[in-house]
């Protein structure tokens, strides 16, 4: 074999070795391409999810005996069409009287007609009775468990979102909090 013969013969095996090469390069490159976007998928979710709304309804127990139930968005995103269902009415010691004109804080229009929207961090709140007057309420009532509340609510963005809490004051003692100054026990 003359040497044309044998730099023939080496340059097509280098060119099929460099074929092949260049075949390996670019299937890392594909795997770093599918690697780097889930990264960055994970990322947008993380970030989504950090920034999307939170809507719950609980129960607030200050100084003293008032129960307040709130509704709040401790979400960093903004909630529209906000909708909430009760588990059961959410009775005060005045409207479960039966010649009471007032109604069950579930039935306020806030709850039964629901919320345009709700910004981020804000709250609404809303005083349902007093714990002395509760505590035995829902003993009758048969609501040992308390009463569950499922918001529905949406993001700016369109997505759905729904959050379930129970409120049960029960779960509370009704001698929790220092006597207001000035009262007698």
Known sequence: MDVVSIAQVASAIGTVGLTVLFGLQLRVFYRQVLVNSDTLREMRESRTAHERPHVLVT??????SPVEVVISNIGRGAAENITFEFSAPMESSVSFRRDSEVVPLSELPHFRNGLN???PRAEIATVWDSHA???PLLREMDLQDGITVISRYESLTGESYETVWTINPL???GNLYAAESGATQ
Do not use: D, R
């Open 171 to 173: 779960l509370m003692p």
């Open 117 to 119: 929207y709700l910004a």
């Open 133 to 135: 007057n509760l505590v």
């Open 59 to 64: 129960a607030e127990y200050s100084h003293g």
